[in-house]
């Protein structure tokens, strides 16, 4: 997988956090900076570690699956996206902050339930050429300045940005699946 690709992969990874940084920046009337780039932060340390945990678990079960690789990646990274869509399409993420400012263990709970694609993706990087640390850097950093801006934006965009980002988030992940199993398959 390219760099080009890479970087697609880690702001599609990005759009989930950032669509729950929005909802939390709706419910703040006036965030600071320093706020921000501490949610941001926590989100993009959580976002860049789960993938290395998935790229884990795929690699002890790669050999089981070598000459299935390309559909392992295009099923998961598929039913990611697809999710992705439908969620941003039928959940209601404002629902999910009650309150104006957040506890540091609400923060992290809802980085790692944004995370878990992010995993999911880490199982498929496990059965192509990637550099694990690469693609984890890049989505760590793609989600911390998404999720920064989401929460400094989120008062004045609304949470319909959010759901958009969402949704094209999903069809990038949907289109990189596509793409592992056409270079495979061609």
């Known amino acids: 997988m390219n760099i080009p690709a890479l970087i697609l992969l880690a702001f599609a990874m990005s759009t989930d956090a950032f669509a729950a940084s929005i909802g939390k920046g709706v419910k703040i009337k006036k ?31 790669s050999s089981y699956v070598e000459e299935w690789d390309h559909w392992v990646a295009l099923v998961l990274l598929g039913g990611l996206g697809a999710h992705m869509i439908y969620e941003s399409l039928n959940s209601d993420k404002e629902d999910e902050i009650k309150t104006k400012k957040q506890s540091f263990a609400l923060v992290i709970l809802t980085a790692f339930g944004t995370s878990i694609d992010a995993m999911a993706v880490g199982v498929s990087l496990a059965f192509i050429d990637v550099s694990i640390g690469i693609a984890a850097t890049l989505i760590g950093i793609a989600t911390f300045t998404m999720v920064t801006i989401g929460v400094m934006l989120g008062s004045a965009l609304g949470s319909i940005i959010g759901k958009r980002a969402e949704t094209l988030g999903g069809v990038i992940l949907i289109l990189v699946g596509v793409w592992i199993f056409l270079s495979h398959v061609l």
């Open 31 to 61: 965030p600071r900076l320093g706020y921000a780039l501490k949610i941001g932060l926590t989100f993009g340390v959580v976002e860049a570690i789960t993938p290395v945990i998935g790229w884990w678990i795929g690699s002890v079960a």
